[in-house]
């Protein structure tokens, strides 16, 4: 009997069994991105006539924002997997601080943000629960940057030393860069093919944004600041395994 029992039991489980993440399979997963920057700025710098000028006070904030994002994993073992994590760029808002939150939104840009993960999946390969936790990079870059009326016409450089001087038609540019990322979350697996997943990343994230004013009495005016933006990311999907 109890030898019965046993095959039994061991049967039972064989039946649970989901085969979810094994080496060889690839799994895409689709979902709901969401991006909360934690930011902060370095104060406006003003080069014009042969001057460069530090303007205290001054700031910008980046708030959050949603997206639809897409990742697809190869499993190269049982726990180890790379995953490309690509989605509909988001649009950012830049709103002015300090001195500059009387100007309310100062622009809009969309991210480009492909990444590569490498990520370690705890438990067995046929367990339904799949903690996981990874480490990778993504090369960010930025496109469609739209400008408020006060940043575009360079009314932002009204000052009581050059008066409207400064001013005119302006420009902005957000630099590329690499940001590493860490990130771990978790997967269920509702049967072999199809499961649901959570996790959690973060980004150390930086980007130097050039304003370019070309048409001031003076001439060419360049305003640049650093903006932060080390965002958390969260990701919420459902993943199809082929």
């Known amino acids: 009997m109890q030898i019965r029992s046993i095959a039994m039991a061991a049967a039972l489980l064989a039946s649970t069994a989901v085969h979810a993440q094994s080496a060889g399979d690839v799994v895409v997963n689709l979902g709901w991105l969401h991006l909360a920057p934690q930011d902060s700025s370095k104060p406006l710098t003003v080069n014009a006539a042969g001057t460069s000028v530090t303007e205290s006070g001054t700031g910008a904030s980046v708030d959050d924002t949603d997206t639809l994002g897409i990742t697809a994993a190869y499993f190269i073992t049982d726990h180890i997997a790379a995953e490309g994590v690509f989605g509909?760029?988001?649009?950012?808002?830049?709103?002015?601080?300090?001195?500059?939150?009387?100007?309310?939104?100062?622009?809009?840009?969309?991210?480009?943000?492909?990444?590569?993960?490498?990520?370690?999946?705890?438990?067995?390969?046929?367990?339904?629960?799949?903690?996981?936790?990874?480490?990778?990079?993504a090369y960010v870059w930025y496109s469609g940057v739209s400008l408020s009326s006060a940043i575009s016409s360079g009314s932002f450089l009204y000052s009581s030393t050059y008066g409207t001087a400064l001013e005119g038609a302006t420009?902005?540019?957000?630099?590329?860069?690499?940001?590493?990322?860490?990130?771990?979350?978790?997967?269920?697996?509702?049967?072999?093919?199809?499961?649901?997943?959570?996790?959690?990343s973060y980004m150390w994230l930086s980007t130097r944004a050039t304003l370019t004013t070309h048409s001031s009495t003076v001439g060419t005016v360049t305003s640049t600041t650093k903006i932060k933006l080390d965002p958390i990311v969260s990701f919420a999907s459902i993943g199809y395994r082929f």
């Not at 601080?97 to 100007?103: E, F, R």
């Not at 978790?186 to 996790?199: M, P, R, T």
């Open 171 to 200: 420009t902005a540019k957000l630099s590329s860069s690499f940001a590493p990322v860490a990130n771990a979350g978790f997967v269920y697996n509702i049967d072999k093919h199809w499961s649901a997943g959570l996790s959690i």
């Open 88 to 137: 509909i760029p988001p649009k950012f808002t830049l709103s002015g601080t300090g001195s500059l939150a009387q100007l309310g939104k100062l622009g809009t840009a969309y991210e480009w943000s492909p990444t590569l993960l490498f990520k370690y999946y705890f438990n067995d390969a046929n367990a339904r629960f799949r903690p996981f936790v990874g480490v990778g990079g």
